[in-house]
């Protein structure tokens, strides 16, 4: 059972678009709406996004950016909820997280897509 669980998270790590996939479609058959479906697969991946961008910085660049990667997070955190509660006059945590956990989903996913071409031509040009 360990081995199975290490096994599928150390694959939704590697890929997690195969994560997204599978819970939009999971949910999709369990009769919630497309929008419903898609929030769904981006709360259930955003956390493997950022854990795959992690890896993929340091197999790329190796180093770990384990503490610029927090900082980051913490700093986007702090310009949502200035930004939310600027806009808004008022502050609910839960509406704040919930825009900094689909803007983390953005930006890590376009990460992710950036680092695995980057990695790729990378790997080709130095094999040439």
């Known amino acids: 059972m360990d081995e199975w669980l290490a096994s599928a998270l150390a694959t939704f790590i590697t890929a997690p678009l195969l994560l997204f996939l599978l819970v939009y479609v999971g949910a999709r058959l369990f009769g919630r709406r497309k ?8 709360n259930a991946a955003t956390v493997f996004f950022i854990a795959a961008v992690y890896f993929l910085l340091a197999v790329v660049f190796h180093r770990s950016y384990l503490v610029p990667l927090l900082l980051f997070l913490f ?54």
């Open 75 to 128: 700093v986007l955190h702090g310009l949502i909820a200035l930004g939310y509660w600027r806009k808004q006059g008022d502050f609910r945590l839960r509406a704040v997280f919930r825009l900094f956990w689909r803007a983390s989903f953005l930006i890590f996913a376009s990460l992710y897509a950036g680092l695995m071409v980057y990695g790729i031509v990378v790997r080709i040009a130095a094999s040439l």
């Open 35 to 42: 929008r419903s479906s898609f929030y769904a697969a981006v």
